[in-house]
Nanobody
Framework: QVQLVESGGGLVQPGGSLRLSCAAS?????????MGWYRQAPGKQRELVAL???????HYANSVKGRHTISRDNAKKTVFLQMNNLNADDTAVYYC????????WGRGTQVTVSS
């Protein structure tokens, strides 16, 4: 059983920063998985924010490019999302995803950007 647990969400003012973490546990060869962060805002579909492949290649949604950075620590089975210069459009539940032949999802962490 693979578990993904997100942390680091919260309330932040516009222009602020947050760092999300996602720790994987269970029977998972973490290093070979493509890891991703997705988000879902109220009334909207879940969308990709960023992903990082096993080789370290990254991909970002246009809306976060230049502001957010995804990284991974394979030894700790953890993926991070550093989010800078946050704005109201970043408000959403953020989900961690691990993908190889199957998809695994965390339960999400709420990020609210508001003054």
């Amino acid at each position: 059983q693979v578990q993904l647990v997100e942390s680091g969400g919260g309330l932040v003012q516009p222009g602020g920063s947050l760092r999300l973490s996602c720790a994987a546990s269970g029977y998972i060869m973490f290093s070979i998985y493509t890891m991703g962060w997705y988000r879902q805002a109220p009334g909207k579909q879940r969308e990709l924010v960023a992903l990082i492949t096993s080789g370290g290649n990254t991909h970002y949604a246009n809306s976060v490019k230049g502001r957010h950075t995804i990284s991974r620590d394979n030894a700790k089975k953890t993926v991070f999302l550093q989010m800078n210069n946050l704005n109201a459009d970043d408000t959403a539940v953020y989900y961690c995803n691990a993908r190889l032949q199957s998809d695994y999802w965390g339960r999400g962490t709420q990020v609210t950007v508001s003054s």
